[in-house]
């Protein structure tokens, strides 16, 4: 068995790795570079060239591309595919990831792909495939065990061990093989340990304290595709004994992903369905004029929500500033943000955002913890499986992983590795 890194060696993002074995193929990964700018980059220039080269030779050169998760760092190139290489990924993550190319500017789908499930072993060409659901921040995520030749590998995906499903990474080292290599996300390894302190429930339990805190309207800016947070903000507002306002993009992937949990969605007695200005002017333009009927039967008006401010917690985003302006009395409010504090360097709108808010007197509250896993439970997890070898991915600092683990093997970008 063979292993090459295209990308992602040496940093988190752009995932692309190759696993070759006897006469066959597979990517595992195949996501845009975490600076890839919507407005400027060309999708098709990110392609790492020793991929591209391989597609050139023959469009058949390879069996098949495995897709972790829908974050665009790990799918984002799948478009770029020929019809000819089969895409296997979670039939939840295909629906998400093309609902919601439906609605960015970006536009990104993921063409038509085949559906695994989680434990359930799948071959392509000498690879016998086994996914397993992982804890992380995107709905739908998983890890693969690959076996070809008497190797065994695990690429583990983006994962953590303190969400909801925090059960899925304790259980998992006792459904492994002994493992050759195991390829491991290190996102928080190195400068980002502190982004994970809290879990999803400690979390949840902070939203409580500060909601009772609050006299005024609670808004609430996090992403809509991060389902374990909806979740986490919906149980806080319903402890509270207030109302869960969300736009009417949320309650659509919410909608998107009823049949595959029980999630909250705009049907629950408790959540109601806003529509900001710019984001219903979009929708239209982009002919959704569909998804905004869809969602009128569970909407709230601006004015109604203004009346019951102190009864509400409402999901904000940037485009909003002209509603909050126009309908809402903000006074005694807080402002929860609940993403990555890095987005305020990358966001001129967020920036915007911050700056209304904070101007009209609004209490600013960061209460957010990572999708990815803690160093101490990276540690656990290496030590439970304890692999031959260690091989770095997702990562700015690969080699400070020999400071915590064994038989760690770094790589670069187009390097290869033989088992
Ligand atoms: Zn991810």
Known sequence: ????????AQEVGGSCVEISSGG?????DFGLPLDFDFTTDKIES????TVSKLLKQDDKSIDGVLLSHPHLDHYGLASQLPASVPIYCGKAAWDLMNATA???RNKIAVPQAKHFKS????????????PYLMDHSAFDSYGFHISSGGKNIFYSGDFRGHGRKSKLLKRLPDMLPPLDA??????LVGHRVNEAHSSESELEEACVKVIEDTQGIVMVTTSSQNIDRLVTIFKAAKRCGRMFIIDFYTAEILETLKGYARLPNAEWPGIRVCYPQHLARHFEKEGLDAILERHRKNGIRWTRINELKSKIVMLVRPGFIWDLKRFMD??????IYSMWPGYFERSDSLRRLKSFLEGGGVRYEY???SGHARLEDLETFVQKVSPKMLVPIHSFYPSQYQEHFENVRLLIDGEGLDL
């Open 119 to 130: 434990y359930q072993l799948f071959q392509i060409g000498d690879f016998a495939i086994t």
């Open 367 to 369: 209460l957010h913890t």
């Open 46 to 49: 990110c392609l790492p060239e």
């Open 102 to 104: 439906q609605f960015t």
């Open 1 to 8: 068995m063979k292993l090459t890194l295209h990308r992602g």
């Open 182 to 187: 195991l390829l491991m996300e290190g996102t």
């Open 24 to 28: 066959s193929r597979i990517l595992v």
């Open 330 to 335: 903000l006074g005694k409010a807080t402002w």
